[in-house]
T-cell receptor, first 114, second 112 residues
Framework: DAEITQSPRHKITETGRQVTLACHQT?????MFWYRQDLGHGLRLIHY???????NKGEVSDGYSVSRSNTEDLPLTLESAASSQTSVYFC?????????????FGSGTQLSVL | EDQVTQSPEALRLQEGESSSLNCSYT??????LFWYRQDPGKGPEFLFT???AGEEKEKERLKATLTKKESFLHITAPKPEDSATYLC?????????????FGAGTRLFVKA
């Protein structure tokens, strides 16, 4: 069955370190998204991509970057981790032009920045 | 600015006690309103999409309805397994329609 996989599930890092969170989907979807989820804020969009070589900033993109070199993967990089980036990160994908344009989510990565 | 507001933040029900969750939204042109369910430690899972005022969709004990300014998720005779966070979302039509904006969610607790 097609799926979307995030790794690692849990990560502890130190302030100032570079961290990369992986996201891999086998749906063959063109659209991929990164969200962070914090209590009281819900899901907030960090970056998104409509296809290979395409990336766009979301509402909370400062301190984060993404690159899309193939259809399946959209890694999220924290250039210099800060305590404010402690959060649960979700990757999602959707089918381009799909009727529902619903999102399929991974299981999330719990990131702690100490 | 597009906004999605959900209420209440948390809802505690007894098994069999029906209730409704509210989602109010402001968006310049609605392309779709979505409901998702999220269990602890997992990613959100799609439930429904509604496109126009008056539309209704049902799945087991859940029914979603849509007006021009809000959506309701009605839960009829809930069971403990319905306990989860329910998220409402709209699509932002300003940049091609692929950005989905979420509300903060309603945490539902159903006690046996």
């Amino acid at each position: 069955d097609a799926e979307i996989t995030q790794s690692p599930r849990h990560k502890i890092t130190e302030t100032g370190r570079q961290v990369t969170l992986a996201c891999h989907q086998t749906w063959n979807h063109n659209n991929m998204f990164w969200y962070r989820q914090d209590l009281g804020h819900g899901l907030r969009l960090i970056h998104y991509s409509y296809g290979v070589q395409d990336t766009n900033k979301g509402e909370v993109s400062d301190g984060y970057s993404v690159s899309r070199s193939n259809t399946e993967d959209l890694p999220l990089t924290l250039e210099s981790a800060a305590s404010s980036q402690t959060s649960v990160y979700f990757c999602a994908s959707s089918e381009y032009g799909g009727k529902d344009e619903k999102l399929f989510f991974g299981s999330g990565t719990q990131l702690s920045v100490l | 600015e597009d906004q999605v507001t959900q209420s209440p933040e948390a809802l505690r029900l007894q098994e069999g006690e029906s209730s409704s969750l509210n989602c109010s939204y402001t968006v310049s042109g609605l392309r779709g309103l979505f409901w998702y369910r999220q269990d602890p430690g997992k990613g959100p899972e799609f439930l429904f999409t509604l496109y126009s005022a008056g539309e209704e969709k049902e799945k087991e004990r859940l029914k979603a309805t849509l007006t021009k300014k809000e959506s309701f998720l009605h839960i009829t005779a809930p069971k403990p397994e319905d306990s989860a966070t329910y998220l409402c979302a709209v699509q932002d039509p300003g940049t091609g329609g692929f950005k989905t904006i979420f509300g903060a969610g309603t945490r539902l607790f159903v006690k046996a």
